[in-house]
T-cell receptor, first 112, second 115 residues
Framework: GEDVEQSLFLSVREGDSSVINCTYT??????LYWYKQEPGAGLQLLTY?????DMKQDQRLTVLLNKKDKHLSLRIADTQTGDSAIYFC????????????FGAGTTVTVRA | DAMVIQNPRYQVTQFGKPVTLSCSQT?????MYWYQQKSSQAPKLLFH???????NEADTPDNFQSRRPNTSFCFLDIRSPGLGDAAMYLC??????????????FGQGTRLTVV
């Protein structure tokens, strides 16, 4: 995961917004993804963004992409206890067509 | 309905005893992947099948093998599990074509314990 970096922990109060940040190194990445992993479970795709987009919104989720800074963020509005999980940022680097490269994951803890 | 199914969810095996994990998919995706995930770490790609073509990652130990008898099924074989192989094993699928790639869908994982 050295090509994709994330902060490891985030604590947020229930009802507040969460913002999870990610930086990547490959400026030619075509797709960037956010996955959610709950304890003991597999990875659930939350959303993804094409590299020619700046923003994508899907209900409570907003993805922002800053290609110049190679920065990707995921904003979760009105964070709920069910949002407590590990969130992985992933990219498909340009040196391969389809294999995901993951960050180390951000553990989000929602407190009452 | 589950689209990528892994069995079993939990597997306990003895040190050195061969073990097989299975994965099936109902998506008819042409690519199937096996990832190893250790505690508090990112998933690490072990290998993948692009149709029938097997692609091994350079740093995947020889102890790990895979079989894909048909489009729907893929198996991970660990020939001689060591204590360091205890991990969550994740199967994923995606459809890859000349016009682009769909997102990867993951199974629920198999948690392997080596005793």
């Amino acid at each position: 995961g050295e090509d994709v970096e994330q902060s490891l922990f985030l604590s947020v109060r229930e009802g507040d917004s969460s913002v999870i940040n990610c930086t990547y190194t490959d400026s030619s990445s075509t797709y960037l993804y956010w996955y959610k992993q709950e304890p003991g479970a597999g990875l659930q795709l939350l959303t993804y963004i094409f590299s020619n987009m700046d923003m994508k919104q899907d209900q409570r989720l907003t993805v922002l992409l800053n290609k110049k800074d190679k920065h990707l963020s995921l904003r979760i509005a009105d964070t709920q206890t069910g949002d407590s999980a590990i969130y992985f940022c992933a990219e498909i680097p340009s040196n391969n067509d389809y294999k995901l490269s993951f960050g180390a994951g951000t553990t989000v803890t929602v407190r009452a | 309905d589950a689209m990528v199914i892994q069995n079993p969810r939990y597997q306990v095996t003895q040190f050195g005893k061969p073990v097989t994990l299975s994965c099936s998919q109902t998506l008819n995706h042409n690519v199937m992947y096996w990832y190893q995930q250790k505690s508090s770490q990112a998933p690490k790609l072990l290998f993948h099948y692009y149709d029938k073509d097997f692609n091994n990652e350079a740093d995947t130990p020889d102890n790990f093998q895979s079989r894909r008898p048909n489009t729907s099924f893929c198996f991970l074989d660990i020939r001689s599990p060591g204590l360091g192989d205890a991990a969550m094993y994740l199967c994923a699928t995606s459809r890859v074509s000349g016009t682009g790639n769909t997102e990867a869908f993951f199974g629920q994982g198999t948690r392997l314990t080596v005793v």
